[in-house]
């Protein structure tokens, strides 16, 4: 499939991914809803406006300019919705394609407006689904030869996080300040992080909820998923060791965490599902026949205040997650937790097995051990004025789908 709109090859936004997101044209405050279709926007509340698409349901779906009245519909609707622009944009179509007056009004430069946080998120959960993270975590600070808890094998691990600091790519990063122990003294002090890091992460936002008291069936979690993000979870690691215990992580998580402006929608990441064994002996609510892991690259860069360039540190992929999303879902349900239209659910840091493959400083640096060169200078953990870039994208032969890059320069402190 083509689309009227000239889109290079492996852009990001081929009309086979449309991503939507939440934008302001430069000022002005009206939020409009919209998909990205190579450097454009389809403007669906403007769309709305027009009658250019069908009615779903009773009210208006983009004229709040939050995608969550969207997300609350049954995946019927987000399908229909999405086989209707793809029909809007494509070459075959004439509707917008011979009517410039009418595409003036819907098509939108993507730099001519400001991208938002487009979900309304309710809760949200990270998790710890990544062997070789959970694995590298336990050696750096544990045991090298039993690194993994009991339970680790048996449940994703999670922990419910903050909502409220959850920031659109390229939001300004003040370093936190907070409480740590001094490595060498053991003094107690008080200051500006010193272990500044990020996790690269993929999340997946919660479309249509369940009840109260019913939990999601493994094998019908995946109609819950409304679509996907790219997820940086800063993280200030001697806030976090000096804090953890014996409750989890607080302070060291909960002053920001990055997510792309767009969202993949999960019926474009279908051609890049692939099917692994399943874990073995495992209770029967977690037990997948076999396990659905999505083919999507991701990368870190690291760009010094005085680097020209962004620097590559980092190369993995989803497909190492241990636990799929759907077993993240059914396992956060299994006690009768309710899931909501808007809620984000993350994967915990994605590493790979070797070492250029690991999602945070914490493991490419070994614990602060190893600095890595970045550019002409050397890192173990992100100083001011370092531009972190995470990117993700599922490769096909002709086309790419890709996430929005996650955006952050680390500011001094406030
Ligand atoms: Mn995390």
Request: aromatic residues 12%; proline residues 7%; negative net charge.
């Amino acid at each position: 499939m083509q689309s009227f709109i000239h889109v290079p090859k492996d852009h990001p936004f081929p009309i086979q991914n449309l991503p939507y997101g939440v934008f302001t044209h430069h000022n002005e405050a009206e939020r409009h809803v919209g998909v990205a279709i190579g450097d454009w926007i389809l403007d669906l509340t403007q769309c709305e406006n027009l009658g250019l698409l069908p009615k779903f349901g009773e009210g208006h779906l983009f004229q709040e300019g939050w995608l969550n009245p969207l997300m609350g519909q049954p995946p019927f609707v987000w399908s229909a919705l999405r086989k209707h622009t793809m029909k809007l944009l494509s070459i075959n179509e004439p509707i917008l394609r011979d009517n410039v007056v009418l595409r003036d009004q819907v098509l939108v430069p993507q730099q001519a407006v400001n991208l938002h946080l487009g979900v309304r998120i309710g809760d949200y959960t990270d998790f710890y689904a990544s062997i070789h993270h959970a694995s590298n975590v336990g050696k750096i600070f544990r045991d090298k030869d039993h690194p993994l808890f009991l339970n680790w094998k048996h449940m994703p691990i999670g922990y419910h996080g903050r909502t409220s600091s959850i920031r659109e790519s390229g939001t300004p990063l003040y370093r936190p300040k907070g409480q740590s122990q001094n490595p060498v003294t053991g003094a107690i002090e008080f200051g500006p992080c010193v272990q500044l890091d990020f996790e690269l992460e993929l999340g997946v936002y919660i479309g249509f909820g369940n009840e109260l008291g019913e939990a999601i069936s493994v094998n019908e979690a995946a109609h819950y998923i409304f679509g996907f993000t790219l997820l940086n979870d800063w993280s200030a690691r001697d806030i976090q060791r000096f804090e953890y215990q014996p409750l989890g992580p607080f302070l060291g998580k909960n002053f920001a965490t990055f997510v792309s402006p767009w969202v993949v929608p999960m019926e474009a990441l279908e051609p890049f599902i692939a099917f692994f064994p399943k874990q073995a002996g495992l209770a029967g609510y977690l037990d997948q026949e076999l396990l659905p892991k999505w083919d999507v690259s991701l990368e870190v860069y690291l760009q010094p205040k005085n680097e020209p360039d962004p620097i590559l540190i980092s190369q993995t992929n989803t497909k190492e997650l241990y636990w799929t999303f759907d077993q993240m879902i059914a396992h956060h349900t299994i006690n009768g937790c309710n899931l909501r239209p808007g809620d984000l659910l993350a994967s915990g840091t994605i590493s790979g097995e070797s070492s250029g493959s690991y999602g945070s400083m914490l493991e490419l640096s070994w614990g602060g051990k190893f600095p890595i060169p970045v550019g002409a200078e050397v890192r173990t953990w992100l100083q001011d004025g370092d531009r972190l870039t995470l990117r993700a994208f599922a490769q096909g032969d002709v086309f790419r789908i890709g996430f929005g890059d996650v955006v952050g320069t680390i500011l001094p402190p406030k």
